[in-house]
């Protein structure tokens, strides 16, 4: 891999082999990982910025919301809405979508993302991120409207996260593969250093809130009472676990080195068929870990291939290395 190779020019190469990146693509991915950039600045101010803290409110899902989870918000929109890219946004943090305004021309384009994934670890210096998302948006449809976004996992043409931690690493798929890029602070510019990841289909390693255990299905219960079993039980090897309750740290884990995460529906809320987000969270993660050669279900079906009912849509997440997702869901099946 030559060294120092900017996005900016890793996105251009890529539009120009076969067209993978269409112009107007590459500029909204420019805009969101600057718009990154800004989000990590403030992060790294933690206290020194006054950005620490609850802001005494609470987001569409009646979740209390941290002062950067609204001004990560606020950058995200800022930033993207001016650019011509885009028709509309939608986000974790919002009741409804985001039309770009008049005053401005609109793109082809559909953005959403959860602007700061795992804060209930801002205020503690755990790694937090950014997880996106993109979409096309629908021929034909005038105007913009909230049934334009809900769309199959397997319809993004662009997803990624940025975490905020020792490093500020944005990670991106186009569909062609995983790449990562590292923030060099003293250029201002996000440089490649890694192309082509691939998560190991075995591994010794999962990770799941274990505190929600008495409230887990019984093909939940099963996998984990094996892996705790270590060499004495069936799976004849002895397993780590490895939970950061945030859900960006945790995949990117599993990225670099392999991993199950689960986040599973629960007895606690029986009408709800999980808590990660579908659309913020739950698709652009499982595309990611796809490119990389692993796995992603509800459990039961895969979830790239699950239509959205509605904008915040929850679901059962279990992902990574291919063969431990594949068992998991295995233990679902009925027959």
């Known amino acids: 891999m030559a060294q120092n190779i900017s996005l900016t020019r890793y996105l251009v190469e890529q539009q120009r082999v076969d067209g993978k990146i269409p112009s107007q693509l590459r500029l909204l991915l420019e805009v969101v990982a600057r718009a990154c950039k800004s989000i990590s600045m403030a992060v790294n101010k933690g206290d020194l910025g006054g950005v620490l803290g609850s802001a005494g409110s609470e987001n569409v899902q009646g979740e209390v919301q941290k002062k950067l989870d609204i001004i990560a ?41 959860d602007p700061l994934d795992g804060s209930s670890n801002i205020d503690v210096n755990v790694s937090i991120g950014t997880i996106f998302s993109v979409l096309l948006k629908p021929e034909g449809h005038p105007g913009v409207q909230e049934s334009d ?28 593969g995983v790449a990562m890029f590292t923030l060099d602070r003293e250029q201002g510019s996000f440089v490649l250093t890694q192309e082509n990841l691939r998560i190991p289909a075995d591994t010794k390693e999962f990770s799941i809130n274990m505190s929600n255990m008495r409230h887990w299905d019984a093909p939940v219960k099963r996998y984990i009472d094996e892996c705790l079993a270590g060499t004495e039980g ?38 709800k068929a999980g808590k990660l987000r579908l659309m913020y969270e739950a698709n652009p993660m499982s595309w990611l870990v796809e490119q990389a050669g692993g796995m992603a279900t509800n459990g039961r079906e895969r979830i790239l291939d699950l239509q959205p009912g509605k904008l915040h849509e929850r679901v059962s997440v279990m992902l990574g290395s291919k063969n431990e997702v594949e068992r998991v869901t295995r233990y679902h099946d009925p027959v």
């Open 149 to 176: 976004f809900l769309q199959a996992g397997s319809k993004q043409v662009a997803a990624g996260y940025c975490i905020y931690g020792p490093q500020t690493t944005l990670v991106l798929t186009v569909g062609d």
């Open 234 to 271: 069936p799976r004849d090897k002895d397993f780590n676990m490895r939970w950061i309750a945030s859900m960006v740290t945790d995949v990117h884990r599993i990225l670099m080195r392999g991993g199950i995460f689960m986040y599973p529906w629960d007895k606690r809320e029986p009408e």
């Open 73 to 113: 918000n606020e950058v995200l929109i800022e930033a993207n809405e001016w650019g011509g890219h885009l028709a509309a946004m939608a986000s974790e943090e919002m009741d409804s979508i985001y039309v770009v305004p008049n005053r401005y021309p609109q793109g082809e384009y559909l953005l959403l993302f």
